[in-house]
């Protein structure tokens, strides 16, 4: 089987990896961004690179640069995670256990990431209910993003396993030349 057809088996498995990861990635960034934008309109300052941003653009553009930022490092790790994914196809015999590995990887970072960013949201509303602030809608909007969120990743985990069980089908299909049987 050539590099082209390989890399053609599972095209679309890979490229929906990427999406759903890209739209797990973007449902809890909402409740997070709903939450920082209150606490900013209450006048408390997060910290790190938002603070920075903030003091430099302002209280919106600020916020919505460190969301930008945080999005594209994202974006650009699940990519390279998705391109080692079809990159293992290339290895030859050694493809499976590669493949597994990256996969786990790649599902890894993402509960890692989107996990952090629950927590980030947590403490954000745990922030605000203590300045006083009603935080039942964000809240619910944490829970239904959330919710969309964690049936995204539950979906790249599917995708992932049909995605390795289309691969091994395809190559056992392969019959080995009269060359390769000696």
Known sequence: MS???TLKVNLREHLAVYVLATVANFLISIPQYLALNNALQLGINPKGSTESLIAQYGSSTGLLLDFLGSGLIFQGVVAVLVIGLAGTLVSGKNWRWQYVLIGLLDSAYLAFHLGGKFLN???????LEESGVNVSDVYADLFWFGLGATICYLLVILVLRRSYDKIRASRDLVVPSSSQLN
């Open 3 to 5: 590099l082209r057809e």
């Open 121 to 127: 949201v947590l403490g954000w509303i745990g922030v």
